[in-house]
Each structure stands twice: as structure tokens, then as C-alpha cells.
Antibody
Framework: EVQLLESGGGLVQPGGSLRLSCAASGFTFSSYAMSWVRQAPGKGLEWVSTIGGSGGTTYFADSVKGRFTISRDNSRNTLYLQMNSLRAEDTAVYYC?????????WGQGTMVAVSS | EIVMTQSPATLSVSPGERVTLSCRASQSVSSNLGWYQQKPGQAPRLLIY???TRATGIPARFSGSGSGTEFTLTISSLQSEDFAVYYCQQYNNWPPYTFGQGTKLEIK
């Protein structure tokens, strides 16, 4: 069974940092691009970042460019999102998703709250 | 950036009814359009990709159509478990991937 399990969320002060992880199982992790998608409380879905299967290509939404870094460890079947200079507007549930043109498999999400 | 617009924002319907949700793109996305269902407290679930192909395990009562800028998701006979929020998403021109704002199906 294909599964994605996020971790690392929590409460952080504005300007702080957090690293999210997404452990993948049930598929050949290195063969697929992976993405992070977030959802602010009561709001819709917003794409955050995507990384290619080998990790060599990365893409970011303008709202996080220069503050967030996406990476992956294919030996550990794990995706990461390093979030720096966090702002209140980054408060959201962060989902990792497997990419096969669309986001075909999603994790359960991890909550990030940015507040003083 | 391609803007995706869904209508209506909320739809009140009765179980057993047929319902059609709309999604419009600000420029052509060909057939590179997906639909997702999200229930409260849950992650989104892929329903449709390629505008009209059901994802694995999705019941036949869900169907998608359209190409270019106009798309629809039809649920032929609403079941109780179908009351949720539905999102469309384009993957023709990215980055960024863009989602519609969602349509909430509520019980009438």
C-alpha cells in the first residue's frame, strides 16, 4: 500500500524555523517527483514546492521562494521541507503528495502554527 | 499564473440527486486537469485526472468532462459520503500548480 506520513509540525514564533519530514512507503520513491501542498485554516489548497525524483530540480511558490528549501533522501525514502523566516501567513496544514502529473497520493498532513 | 475559478462556492443538494460542479481556467490547460475530494479533517483524495479519467478505486458515479478552459465534475447520484469540498487543479502550466477555491457540497 502506498503511504505518506508527515511529521515535524508544531508551534513556532515568527521568524523561526521548522523542518517537516514525509516518510514514503509502498512505491519506488526515487522514481517520482514529490510536492508539498498547504492549507491555511478554513481555506483552500495552495501548492508550495516540488522536487524531481533525483532531487536535482526544485520549484517553489513565490510566497515561499527564498525562505523554504525542499530536499529528499532517496536512501531513506524521505522528503523534507526546511522552512525558515516563518510568518503568520505560513500557518497551515502541510501535506506531502506524490506527483504523477497530478497529486495522486497524499499524506495525512502536519500542522504548522506561526504565532508569538 | 493560471487562475482556476470554481462555481458555485456552495451547493445544497439532496441524496440521490445528480450534481454538476464547474471549473474554469483563465487560459487553456488542455486536458491537464484534476479533481479532488476533501472531507473535514482529512487529506484531499484524487478523483479524476486528465479531465475525465477516474483514479483507482473511484466509483463510476463520478465523471469528469471538458477541455481547454471549461470543465465539469458530475456525480450521478449523490451518496451520503459524497458531501465534501471538491477542488479542481491544473497541471498544464507549472510552476505554479494552481487549484480552484473549492465547491462545498452540503446536504439540503
Amino acid at each position: 500500500e502506498v503511504q505518506l506520513l508527515e511529521s515535524g509540525g508544531g508551534l513556532v514564533q515568527p521568524g523561526g524555523s521548522l523542518r517537516l519530514s514525509c516518510a514514503a512507503s509502498g512505491f519506488t520513491f526515487s522514481s517520482y517527483a514529490m510536492s508539498w501542498v498547504r492549507q491555511a485554516p478554513g481555506k483552500g489548497l495552495e501548492w508550495v514546492s516540488t522536487i524531481g525524483g533525483s532531487g536535482g530540480t526544485t520549484y517553489f511558490a513565490d510566497s515561499v521562494k527564498g525562505r523554504f528549501t525542499i530536499s529528499r533522501d532517496n536512501s531513506r525514502n524521505t522528503l523534507y521541507l526546511q522552512m525558515n523566516s516563518l510568518r503568520a501567513e505560513d500557518t497551515a496544514v502541510y501535506y506531502c503528495a506524490k506527483v504523477q502529473y497530478v497529486f495522486d497520493v497524499w499524506g495525512q498532513g502536519t500542522m504548522v502554527a506561526v504565532s508569538s | 499564473e493560471i487562475v482556476m475559478t470554481q462555481s458555485p462556492a456552495t451547493l445544497s443538494v439532496s441524496p440521490g440527486e445528480r450534481v454538476t460542479l464547474s471549473c474554469r481556467a483563465s487560459q487553456s490547460v488542455s486536458s491537464n486537469l484534476g479533481w479532488y475530494q476533501q472531507k473535514p479533517g482529512q487529506a484531499p483524495r484524487l478523483l479524476i485526472y486528465g479531465a475525465s479519467t477516474r483514479a483507482t478505486g473511484i466509483p463510476a458515479r463520478f465523471s469528469g468532462s471538458g477541455s481547454g478552459t471549461e470543465f465539469t465534475l458530475t456525480i450521478s447520484s449523490l451518496q451520503s459520503e459524497d458531501f465534501a469540498v471538491y477542488y479542481c487543479q491544473q497541471y498544464n502550466n507549472w510552476p505554479p500548480y494552481t487549484f480552484g477555491q473549492g465547491t462545498k457540497l452540503e446536504i439540503k
